[in-house]
């Protein structure tokens, strides 16, 4: 008796064994759903659309993009933890909610407890841009404005914790500069704001700031990155404009809800490092301003954490936090 019950439970474990595998290579069986947690219309749920698109193609099931916007993106990340963890729902995880917020105010969700990292999927440079009306043709004069009206000139974010919020940020920091910030719920309201002339400056996601350029209300001064962004070459970065050491790169990725087995993982992260190499998703997403890039789970996983300690460090010296 206890002979066959040793061969029971090897049978069993031999199973699990083979039938991940097996699972995964069957995957996906049924449609799958994709969680964006901004509004649609804004640039995650556009690359969203771009990059379920082609998983549609190889897979020959649909990805379904689901919004689920608000509160600076954490309620998409909070209702996304808590789905099965069965592959079949994943996230187009932003630096905004997955690294920002947490550091902010209290969320509940973790992106270490609560996801499975996949794979990054893309990186952007924003955008400092000003009202024309604004006396400044480059970002050194708009230093050297800001210096001579202290706490007068302001600066509009997509929202706290947004990458605009934190390069706003960092530019005054490093240029010695005192501004006033203005917090929007989203990209679109502030560059209307920009346009309008009621705000001064804005770091813009780069999609909504190229829109905005065609209308010759708003001019670009300079980009985020730590070299010039391919999109907008004529464009010089903070640092090459007097600002040493800025650097700010919004990115986003795919995550799952944590549990899901390591051959779908595998399987998922095979198939977005294809779709993110095919000329059709890089043309599209280049429209959008933002670069295709793809990573192992573990060095995606690797880059938030750095992420969190590189931004950590900044919110704490510069006494931040969401009212």
């Known amino acids: 008796m206890q002979s066959r019950i040793t061969l029971l439970a090897a049978s069993a474990a031999f199973a699990v064994i083979t039938g991940a595998p097996a699972m995964a290579q069957s995957y996906p069986s049924k449609p799958v759903r994709f969680i964006v947690t901004y509004p649609p219309g804004g640039s995650s749920e556009v690359m969203s659309r771009i990059i379920g698109h082609q998983l549609t193609e190889f897979w020959g099931q649909p990805v379904i993009v689901e919004p689920r916007p608000g509160a600076d993106g954490s309620i998409g990340m909070e209702y996304a933890s808590k789905q099965p963890a069965d592959g079949y729902t994943f996230l187009l995880g932003n630096f905004g909610p997955v690294v920002a917020k947490p550091l902010l105010a209290k969320v509940r969700y973790d992106w270490k407890r609560d996801f499975t990292p996949v794979s990054r999927t893309t990186v952007s440079a924003n955008i400092l841009v000003v009202p024309t009306t604004l006396p400044v043709k480059n970002a050194r004069e708009l230093v050297a404005l800001a210096k001579s009206r202290p706490g007068e000139l302001s600066y509009g974010t997509s929202g706290p914790g947004s990458m605009s919020h934190f390069a706003g940020e960092m ?57 010039r962004w391919p999109f907008t070459p004529e464009l010089p970065t903070l640092a090459e404009s007097g600002l040493k050491g800025f650097a700010a790169v919004n990115w986003w990725g795919i995550l799952f809800p944590a549990g899901v087995g390591r051959p779908i993982v595998d399987k998922v992260n095979a198939d977005l490092v294809k779709a993110l190499d095919t000329s059709t998703v890089k043309s599209k997403l280049g429209e959008l301003g933002v670069a295709a890039i793809s990573s192992t789970p573990e060095a995606f996983g690797a880059f938030m954490a750095s992420e969190t300690a590189r931004w950590g460090k900044l919110i704490k010296e510069a006494g931040l936090r969401v009212e």
């Open 171 to 227: 530019f005054q920091r490093i240029a010695g500069v005192k501004m006033i910030t203005v917090n929007y719920k989203g990209n679109a309201l502030a560059i209307t704001d920009i346009m309008g002339g009621q705000i001064t400056t804005m770091f813009s996601d780069a999609l909504p700031a190229m829109g905005a350029l065609k209308t010759n209300k708003v001019r670009a001064l300079a980009v985020t990155s730590e070299q």
